[in-house]
Each structure stands twice: as structure tokens, then as C-alpha cells.
């Protein structure tokens, strides 16, 4: 039974375990891809945030008119001769370019069609004269010059031209960047949706179409005549280690490159404060060229070829322990209760059913000893082979003897079926101890004398009423004083003690031998029904071992106790017996509705 539980129970928790494992599997592969879907949407968040940091400086870059990458230009011939010879009497108009106030832009520049590069704020000769007088300083304008170096070692016009597209505008036609536009007021906020993120960046295109074409108009105005300007998109790339906005612009058969140096450091600190709050781990870095599913894997900015490297994204851990993991604790929780229970259940029914069998056993040779002592010693009573009437005395002692043995056996398996069966409680009631122990001494006695012993009795000292049943109480004394009277028998002293002691709330009787005691690995299950088996019977005194176990039982069913009292030598067993209080039986007749128990 117990490899057929263990089995089952091996069995049960191997498959729990396994539903298990597989459950928390499949909740940390949701959990990981809810963490990767938060931190995409945190990273994609961060960099609509950096494209609304580097937006406003590309998409201004993108819609500045050619004519703003020289120094000065004449005011009535802005579009009509923009690279002609300045001559004598014409209104110069300083370009917008002439100071650079944007920190994230180092110089801008121009190729001219003969591979020249010349910059805005690297006017020369008269314009450098006329620059200096209102506008820059020799300082700024010899930290350009050196800035425009950098450009010339960095790249050429043929270079550029390589890397630009081919695209042909007409001058009405808006030149804007192939990316999407978030401005400061969205950057802030963080709240946009989608909606009017798309519908702001149409806004401020048609803002780009409508400065186009004032511009255009400006030019008519003037009564110049169109010239044929074919402007391309501005297009970020890298060269090298250096990021530059460029653009081609033809003028004519001409073709120049315009564009700008953009700092590199800046940007990525730009950047970096843009992110903070998001991706405080966030690098940055050029962004790989071409289709590839390298180049197509990345996390790339729309307003630069910048690749976004997230770091470690933080994501909100969720609160409290899952509802999963709340379940399986639970269920095996359970699983271990309902182990326990079944464990609990067969062992107490495998112990019921083994006491049971041994309770059998012992009282099939209990029964079979005193019906043998009776057949035999009828048949030789009945036949005539007792001649003397002495002999025939003594045969009638022992069966005598016999039946009482065999009565008092009887009489304790029915009081055990009835204390199973019934309640002794409403057989309760009060009696003076002297009463009942009055009545019950005399058969003490003679169980005593029939084994050879002596009953010491000592009484209370004051008189005491106790709460009880009568026939119980006796029952319970007789079967200490039987036990006393059968395992004591050999021992030097023959007396058994009796002794009463009256306590506040209770009394207790005292049943005391002096023979070899209870080995203390025997107390452990001394008050067990059905304890001896039919070998333990035959090689002991007589009885099943269930006079204890009843009257155990009794005491307790009484409100009382029924324990083994540790002592030097012998045995000695304490019924406690709950007291009746005179007083309050005085207030109960008085009416006070108080309680009959102490």
C-alpha cells in the first residue's frame, strides 16, 4: 500500500512538476517579450525625441535659398545674377550665413564648379574688409578658416557629387530631407500621438512650400529674369569621421556643391540629453551604409545617419508576484495538503487495521484460555475423576476465577463499542467521592486478594463532590488495580496503593505498585487501542491492552484525565476528576445563571 501511494505520489508530482516548469517557461518568454516590446517602444520614443533635437538645424539647412553660401550678395539681383561681379553703386546684403550661431554646425561651405571651396564666413579681400566692420571678428573669421581646412582634407567636390543624388527641382518645388519632424513643444510634452505627430510635420512642409514661393515672387518682383536653378535635396552622409550636410546645386551648366560641416561631438551630446531620461545608457555612432539587414536591423535616426545604441533600457519590473506563480504555489500547496491527508488516512487505517487484526488475535487466545480451563475441568467435574472435595473446591476457585477473567474482558470491548458509539456525557452527574468509592473498594479488594496482593486504600481528607459517572469511575479503578495486581505480582512488596487528594478544581486518585514500571520507549504507546498482539498475550500477563485505552477515554469523556506519573519505582497512575463547587451549586438553586463547572 505505502509503494502504491508512493508511486502515485511520484507520479502526481513528477506531472506537476512538469506543468510547472513548462508554465514558468512560458511566463518568462512573456515576460521577455513584454520587456523587449517596452523597451522598442521606450527606444522609439527616445528617438523621436533626438529626431525633434536635430529636426529644427537639418530641415533649416534644407530650405535656405542658394544664394545665402557667399558673404554678401546684391539685393535687386539675388536670383537673377547671384554669382556675378558685384559692381559699383549695388545694395550688398549681408548672407544670414555670414555668423554662424548654430553651436551644432562648425562651418558651412561651397564648392564652386572649378573644385574652389569657399565658405560664408570666410569672406576674402573687400569682403573680408566689409565683414569685419559689422559682422565677425578677424578671430571668428580666422576659427572658420581653420574649420574650412578641416573640410578640405576631409573631402572634394568630386567626392560629394558621388555621394548626393541626382534628383532635379524646379525652384517651386520644396527641398526638404527624407525624414519625419517632431518639434520642441512635442519633445517636452512626450505625449503627442501619431495623428497630430504627422499632421504638425505637414504643417511645417507647407511652411517650407510657402517660404519657396515667396521668395520666387520676391525675385519677379524685382523685374529680374528666372534663371534655371535646379536645386537637389540636402542629404547627410559621412566621410570618414566627419558628418556633413550637402547638396548639389546647379546654376545653369554649372554645378556647384553647397553644404555644411556638422560637429560631431555636439550632436552626440545633444543627443544624449534628448535620451537621458529614457535610454541613460545610449551611444551613438555612423550608421551603416547601403540595404543590408545589418544596415536595416539598426536603430537609425530619420534627420541623420546616426546609429542609436540603447545600452541597457530600463523597463518597469511588474509589482508583486505574478498571478502564475501565485497559482502553482497554491496547487502545490494543495498538492502537499491532499499528500498529507492521504498519507495521514492510510496510515491511520493501515495502524487501525493492523491493531484491529492483533485486537483479534489477542482475544481469540484470551477467549481460547479460559474456555479450555472450562471444558477441562467440567469434563473432569462431571466424570467423576475429582474424588476429594478439596480438589473439587479448587476447581470451582478457578473456574470461578475464569469467568470473572473472562467477564471483565467482555465487559471492557463492550464498554469500548458503547464510548465509540455513544456520549458518557449526559450519564454525568454529581456525587459525593467517599460514596463512590465506598462502593467500589469491596470489589477492589477482592481482586486483590485474588492475586495475592494488598489493597492500601487512604481517603480524602475533607470530603469533596466530583462531577462524574459512577459505573465509569469504578470501571477505570478496577482496571488500574487489575494491571497493578497482573504486572506487579512478583514483586517483593504485594501492596497497592490507593490514594485520594482533594486539589481547587479537581480530585485526583492515585493507583500505585511496586513492581517493575513501564520502560519509558513502552509509555509512548501505552494508552493505544488494541496494542498487544496475540505473541505479546501469550508472552505477558493477561488482557488485549484495551483496559487503558478505555479508560482514558472514560476519564476524558468525564471532563477528567487519565496519565502516568513518573516514579522511582513501580507504576503509579493519576485519574483526575473535575470537582463539584458547593458554592456555586448554592448560587445555581439561588438563580444566578452561572456555571456548574470549575
Known amino acids: ?135 565677425l571678428t578677424p578671430a571668428q573669421v580666422d576659427a572658420a578658416s581653420a574649420s574650412l581646412e578641416k573640410v578640405r582634407r576631409t573631402t572634394t567636390r568630386e567626392q560629394l557629387l558621388k555621394l548626393l543624388p541626382e534628383r532635379k527641382l524646379d525652384l517651386r518645388d520644396p527641398v526638404l530631407p527624407d525624414m519625419v519632424y517632431a518639434d520642441e513643444s512635442w519633445a517636452a510634452q512626450n505625449k503627442m500621438n501619431q495623428a497630430e505627430y504627422q499632421m504638425r510635420s505637414e504643417a511645417y512642409k507647407q511652411q517650407a ?103 541597457k533600457v530600463p523597463a518597469a519590473a511588474p509589482e508583486g508576484r505574478s498571478p502564475l506563480r501565485v497559482t502553482l504555489y497554491i496547487s502545490w500547496a494543495l498538492l502537499a495538503l491532499v499528500a498529507f491527508s492521504l498519507a495521514f488516512v492510510l496510515h491511520r487505517t493501515l495502524s487501525l487495521a493492523q491493531r484491529r487484526t492483533e485486537f483479534v488475535s489477542a482475544v481469540s487466545h484470551e477467549l481460547r484460555t479460559p474456555l479450555t480451563t472450562f471444558r477441562m475441568y467440567t469434563e473432569m467435574l462431571t466424570s467423576g475423576r475429582v474424588p476429594s472435595e478439596e480438589a473439587r473446591n479448587e476447581y470451582l476457585n478457578t473456574l470461578h476465577s475464569e469467568a470473572l477473567r473472562l467477564g471483565h474482558l467482555v465487559e471492557n470491548v463492550l464498554a469500548y463499542a458503547r464510548l465509540e458509539n455513544s456520549s458518557l456525557a449526559e450519564r454525568v452527574e454529581e456525587m459525593p467521592l467517599a460514596k463512590l468509592m465506598e462502593r467500589a473498594t469491596d470489589r477492589l479488594r477482592l481482586r486483590t486478594e485474588q492475586a495475592g496482593m494488598e489493597l492500601v486504600y487512604e481517603p480524602c481528607e475533607e470530603d469533596a463532590t466530583v462531577r462524574a459517572d459512577a459505573g465509569a469511575v469504578e470501571q477505570i479503578v478496577f482496571n488500574l488495580v487489575d494491571n497493578a495486581c497482573k504486572y506487579a505480582a ?104 452561572r456555571s456548574d463547572r470549575t
Request: charged residues 25%; contains cysteine.
Open 490 to 593: 512478583r514483586a517483593d512488596d504485594k501492596r497497592v496503593h490507593l490514594e485520594c487528594s482533594v486539589q481547587p478544581a479537581f480530585v485526583q486518585l492515585r493507583v500505585r505498585d511496586h513492581g517493575a514500571g513501564i520502560k519509558k520507549e513502552e509509555g509512548t504507546r501505552l494508552f493505544k487501542p488494541f496494542r498487544k498482539s496475540a505473541q505479546a498475550a501469550a508472552n505477558s500477563a493477561p488482557g488485549v491492552g484495551l483496559g487503558l485505552t478505555l479508560s482514558r477515554r472514560l476519564a476524558r469523556a468525564m471532563d477528567g484525565e487519565l496519565r502516568l506519573e513518573p516514579v522511582e519505582q513501580g507504576c503509579c497512575f493519576v485519574l483526575q476528576l473535575p470537582r463539584w463547587n458547593a458554592g456555586l451549586r448554592s448560587a445555581m438553586r439561588a438563580g444566578h445563571p
Open 1 to 135: 500500500m505505502w509503494a502504491l501511494f508512493g508511486l502515485g505520489l511520484l507520479i502526481a508530482g513528477g506531472l506537476m512538476a512538469w506543468v510547472s516548469a513548462r508554465l514558468l517557461q512560458l511566463e518568462e518568454a512573456q515576460a521577455e517579450s513584454t520587456q523587449n516590446t517596452i523597451a522598442e517602444e521606450n527606444i522609439r520614443l527616445a528617438m523621436w525625441q533626438m529626431d525633434g533635437e536635430l529636426a529644427p538645424i537639418v530641415t533649416d539647412e534644407a530650405s535656405r535659398p542658394y544664394f545665402q553660401y557667399v558673404p554678401f550678395f546684391p539685393a535687386e539681383g539675388a536670383y537673377t545674377r547671384m554669382f556675378n561681379d558685384v559692381h559699383e553703386g549695388d545694395v550688398l546684403l549681408p548672407s544670414p550665413l555670414v555668423r554662424n550661431d548654430v553651436p551644432e554646425i562648425v562651418v558651412h561651405f561651397q564648392f564652386e564648379p572649378d573644385g574652389t571651396l569657399t565658405s560664408p564666413q570666410v569672406p576674402h579681400d573687400e569682403w573680408r574688409t566689409l565683414a569685419e566692420a559689422r559682422y
Open 209 to 311: 512650400v510657402k517660404r519657396k514661393i515667396e521668395q520666387a515672387n520676391n525675385y519677379q518682383a524685382l523685374g529680374g529674369e528666372p534663371v534655371n536653378v535646379r536645386e537637389g535635396p540636402m542629404t547627410a552622409v559621412w566621410v570618414g569621421d566627419k558628418l556633413l550636410l550637402a547638396r548639389r546645386i546647379s546654376l545653369g551648366d554649372a554645378e556647384y556643391v553647397q553644404g555644411c560641416l556638422l560637429n560631431w561631438e555636439r550632436i552626440r551630446g545633444d543627443l544624449r540629453g534628448a535620451s537621458e531620461g529614457i535610454l541613460p545608457e545610449a551611444d551613438f555612432r555612423p550608421a551603416p551604409k547601403g540595404d543590408s539587414i545589418e544596415a536595416a536591423s539598426v536603430h537609425r535616426l530619420a534627420a541623420l545617419p546616426i546609429e542609436v545604441l540603447p545600452g
